[in-house]
């Protein structure tokens, strides 16, 4: 099993930003690809960044304001948002896929806030 803690969430005006942190903990020899999703209120849980290997991909709503990125040796992936905008709030979830071929397994972090205000 893989274990995710993130931090890095807060309350930050419009124009400002924050920068998450998951660090995974366990059977992490196994983590294959390592991204984050978010949910707002009343919304589903979608998709912001994902990386592993040399793949690389963003919503299309936070190109060029996010940076997803990965420490290895730290069993860490980070994700810096800049320029952030009031849609952007939402509870922001690590999420790692690990294991091979018909044993991939997915696991969740406890997610962290992310508040921005106008």
């Known amino acids: 099993q893989v274990q995710l803690v993130e931090s890095g969430g807060g309350l930050v005006q419009a124009g400002g930003s924050l920068r998450l942190s998951c660090v995974a903990s366990g059977s992490v020899s196994g983590i294959n690809f390592m991204g984050w999703f978010r949910q707002a209120p009343g919304k589903q849980r979608e998709l912001v960044a994902i990386t592993g290997g040399d793949r690389t991909d963003y919503a299309d709503s936070v190109k060029g304001r996010f940076t997803i990125s990965r420490d290895n040796a730290k069993n860490t992936v980070y994700l810096q948002m800049n320029s952030l905008k009031p849609e952007d709030t939402a509870i922001y979830y690590c999420?790692?896929?690990?294991?091979?071929?018909?044993?991939?397994?997915?696991?969740w972090g406890q997610g962290t806030q992310v508040t921005v205000s106008s």
């Open positions: 999420t790692v896929d690990s294991g091979a071929d018909s044993s991939r397994v997915g696991y």
